[in-house]
């Protein structure tokens, strides 16, 4: 069902709520690192402001476990989101209660407001009608443009939906729910789906779900041994769970069934320790990892292999990282995958914090057609799943 859009509805002199994801990196001074899911959600911010609403925001930041903890305050968000909008936001350390509602009630059209870091409210995580409805007071439209929180149901994206009149996806939020669409729903004939990074247990669900959709699987990172293994190869001491064992042979298995190719890494760059000036060697095809090294990039096949999927492919989805691309020794995988993407004609959609960053350091992230902003939620989304905050949210 389709859900009301921000651009469909009146918000000129209206106090608009809006949940933003600006759970966004800090370094140990405080300062932010990197500044992506503010600049998304500029065009809500614009598009409010542009048309005479007054905007009270706000977002969750870390994990406080309900109590304030200074170190994860919302306050540097609101200058960086000032300097971008180029103007004053105002900041008030009280999600709910008397002081916020004061600061509410003294807003104008054309101003912005941020409220503290929503999970400082144990009622946040708890998804609390009692903390949902402090936050909704005094508000005539609540805009959801969180995706990276939409997995979750908590006060400020589900529960405060049932305190207002109406409550809408934001421009944010309604290009991840149009691109995501695309691929959970009509994936044309070719829908290749790239999948790596750290833990397979984690991607065992989507991945089971994406066979009965995708083309072609490619697996890469950490995961790609555990499934290694559980057809009987020698990985050395690269990372495994061996509890996933079983269910790397049945979905493989079902992949033959249904016709899906899948492909693992034939050969592999392996290193006794994740350093940079460690000693690497290649793992040819055919050849076991020894047994005190561990797989930490795809090798120069393996790249060749995937390239030649990515070149065939019309819709690609891309997440987690084919090695350690943190070190620059197991970089190579990741960022060949990332150029080659980039240079794809197809439909690319990456998601999920590392890959986000992944893109980024390969330095190809506007020629990928859409970031997802959010990790776990891009997941459940292409799981099939119903995401908590999308279905709160008004029927158009
Ligand atoms: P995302 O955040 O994009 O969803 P993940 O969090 O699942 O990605 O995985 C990213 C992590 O996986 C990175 O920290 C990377 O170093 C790690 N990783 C990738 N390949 C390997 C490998 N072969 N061995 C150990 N760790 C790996
Ligand atoms: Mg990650």
Redesign the pocket.
Known sequence: MAKKFIADVTVGGRRVFVRNDFNVPLNPAGEITDDTRIQAALPTFRHLLDNGASIVCSSHLGRPKGKAVAELSLAPVARRLGELLGKKVLFCSETVGAKAEKAKARLRPGQVLMLENLRFHPGETLNDPAFAAGLASGIDLYVDDAFGACHRAHASIDEITRHVPLAVAGFLLRKEIDFLTLAAENPPDDYLVIL????VS?KLPLLEHLLTQADAILI???M??TFLKAEGMDVGA??VENECLELCRDLRRKADERGVRFLLPCDHIVACR?EPNVTLRIVRPGEGIPGEM????IGPETVEAFRAEIGRARLIFW????????VDAFSGGTMKIAAALAASAATTIV??????AAVNQAGVADRISHISTG?GAALEFLSGNQLPGIAALTEA
């Open positions: 790596g990074g750290a833990k984690d890469g990172g950490a790609a041994y690269s990372r994740i561990m797989g930490l990039d997440n987690g990282p084919m090695g350690v691309f943190e998601g999920g914090g590392d890959s986000l990790g």
